[in-house]
């Protein structure tokens, strides 16, 4: 299936939307910090509440969202499944690995989604992005160099299936991106809340975490996505996961202002490398399209 080039200012928007999206999910560990919870209760709770608040959001809008469910079909169920694969993945990968270790596997994000797109949708994959991508994968690996632990080959194992659920999620909606994937969103918090329910225990969260919580799911997490969702209506699939890299360059940043932990000299230096290739691709991208 050949896809239509979007017109460059729908595709300045949909970069826009990359950006933005990869800005709220690198909070995460800045909030997460903040919730004195086991890894499964912050998972349950973030599904939780994710169900919880977009449900009003689906009813205002129940018109819209009927016609998307019936349009959409088999689409939303197969995202909502890849979304909470790596909603409940994530949590699994950080309990068998330190957090280097897993970032470092999500560096393969945009090699897959840029191959899946190409075979699956027909999308065009120009050499510039390739290199771009090849680029961001040495600035994330310089960025975690002095963190990576031995033994840790379980988790990464758990953390390329976040990345396989990703990259096929980036396809489905690219694909279907005529229709609207908030239902896709509020079904995948429901399946990972449920998967998440047996090992937690939800009678354990304070009325002090609680705020924490709201950011974390309903604040960070649902307006990532769909920011994530709305820039694959406008962008390559291989573009916007390239972007998406931003996402682990600006979390240390983030724990660095607000926790006073500043990064090690590579790890700024990787992170240089990974937002240099990743603007430098977008303007040989717009150059292209406006040529």
């Not at 280097?100 to 999500?106: D, E, K, R, S």
């Not at 229709?179 to 969260?205: D, K, T």
């Amino acid at each position: 299936m050949k896809t239509s080039a979007a017109p460059p200012s729908s595709a300045l928007l949909g970069v826009l939307y990359a950006v933005a999206a990869a800005t709220a999910f690198s909070t995460a560990g800045v909030i997460v910090r903040r919730i004195d919870l086991p890894a499964w209760d912050v998972s349950f709770w973030r599904s939780a509440l994710l169900v919880v608040t977009m449900l009003p959001l689906l009813i205002w809008q129940r018109r819209q969202i009927l016609i998307d469910v019936r349009n959409g079909g088999a689409a939303l169920l197969i995202s909502a499944v890849l979304l909470a694969g790596s909603f409940v993945s994530f949590i699994l990968a950080l309990g068998l690995a330190p957090v280097a270790n897993v970032l470092i596997m999500f560096g393969a994000t945009p090699f897959i989604t840029a191959l899946a797109a190409r075979i699956f949708l027909g999308e065009p994959l120009h050499g510039h992005t390739i290199v771009a991508m090849a680029a961001a994968v040495v600035g994330l690996a310089i960025s975690v160099a002095g963190s990576l632990q031995p033994g840790a080959l379980a988790g990464m194992a758990v953390a390329l299936i976040v990345v396989l659920c990703m990259s096929g999620n980036y396809v489905v909606v690219r694909h279907r991106r005529d229709i609207g994937m908030a239902p896709s969103i509020w079904l995948a918090g429901l399946i990972s809340g449920l998967v998440a329910l047996p090992f937690a225990h939800p009678e354990n969260v304070t009325w002090s975490q609680l705020p924490w919580l709201f950011a974390l799911s309903p604040g960070q997490l649902a307006i990532g996505l769909l920011l994530y969702m709305a820039s694959l209506r406008r962008i390559p699939a291989a573009q916007a996961s390239l972007l998406g890299l931003l996402e682990l360059v600006l979390g240390p940043v983030w724990v660095w202002l607000f926790d006073g932990e500043k990064p090690d000299d590579l790890t700024l230096f990787g992170g240089l490398v990974v937002i240099s290739a990743a603007a430098i691709n977008v303007w040989l991208d717009s150059r292209r399209s406006t040529g």
